[in-house]
């Protein structure tokens, strides 16, 4: 079947600006991640859901962050006022369950860039 | 602060050699680890992964190894073959699941 798609791929915007980036999970797919990898930098954890508990935001840097996620489908990360250190690539992944035990994968990412 | 540390920016090895790529990590409380492997525009795939209780983990020509006590852990890969070039990240769980910055492998032909 398919795998985590995400759009856009690519998004340039104005710093100031608003942006959402869409992830698609694996359909079946109970948990859903978003993380965010800067230049150079590893993986960024972001937020998490898990079917219908409350979902983990404790890495969203800050509240002009914020995620939704409907059911157990798509989600969107939303940011608003962007800022040029917000550039960087935001990757989405899903998995069966908790991911401690269990493999995650991941969409291709959709990278921005704040002007 | 890191709680998953991968040393290394790169590393270069002979085709057909071993590749030994090594992660560092803090939290003791970690008890699931995991390898994932990046190529340029394309999400992390995993690779391998190795829970607390055990020191090593085999699969082909992948290996990782762990030490608890000096809270290391090593993923070998056994001959190097040229579609091994990617970036490495080593990552590890407890309630949420940390990765590493990333180690680029390139193997040379």
């Known amino acids: 079947g398919a795998g985590v798609s995400q759009s856009p791929s690519n998004k340039v915007t104005e710093k100031g600006k608003d942006v959402e980036l869409r992830c698609d999970p694996i359909?079946?797919?109970?948990?859903l991640y978003w993380y965010r990898q800067r230049l150079g930098q590893g993986l960024e954890f972001l937020i998490y859901?898990?079917?219908?508990?409350?979902?983990?935001k404790s890495g969203l840097p800050s509240d002009r962050f914020s995620a939704e996620r409907t059911g157990e489908s798509v989600s969107t990360l939303t940011i608003q006022r962007t800022q040029q250190e917000d550039s960087a690539v935001y990757l989405c992944?899903?998995?069966?369950?908790?991911?401690?035990?269990?493999?995650?994968?991941f969409g291709p990412g959709t990278r921005l860039t704040v002007l | 602060d890191q709680q998953v540390k991968q040393n290394s920016p790169s590393l270069s090895v002979q085709e057909g050699r071993i590749s030994i790529l090594n992660c560092d990590y803090t939290?003791?409380?970690?008890?699931?680890f995991l390898w994932y492997k990046k190529y340029p525009a394309e999400g992390p795939t995993f690779l391998i992964s190795?829970?607390?209780?055990?020191d090593k983990n085999e699969d082909g020509r992948f290996t990782v190894f762990l030490n608890k006590s000096a809270k290391h852990l090593s993923l070998h890969i056994v001959p190097s073959q040229p579609g091994d070039s990617a970036v490495y990240f080593c990552?590890?769980?407890?309630?949420?699941?940390?990765f590493g910055k990333g180690t680029r492998l390139h193997i040379l032909p």
């Open positions: 859901f898990q079917g219908n508990s409350a979902p983990d």
């Open positions: 359909s079946g797919h109970t948990a």
């Open positions: 992944a899903s998995s069966l369950a908790w991911a401690g035990h269990n493999e995650q994968f």
């Open positions: 990552a590890a769980s407890v309630d949420k699941i940390i």
């Open positions: 190795i829970s607390s209780i055990k």
């Open positions: 939290n003791s409380m970690f008890d699931y």
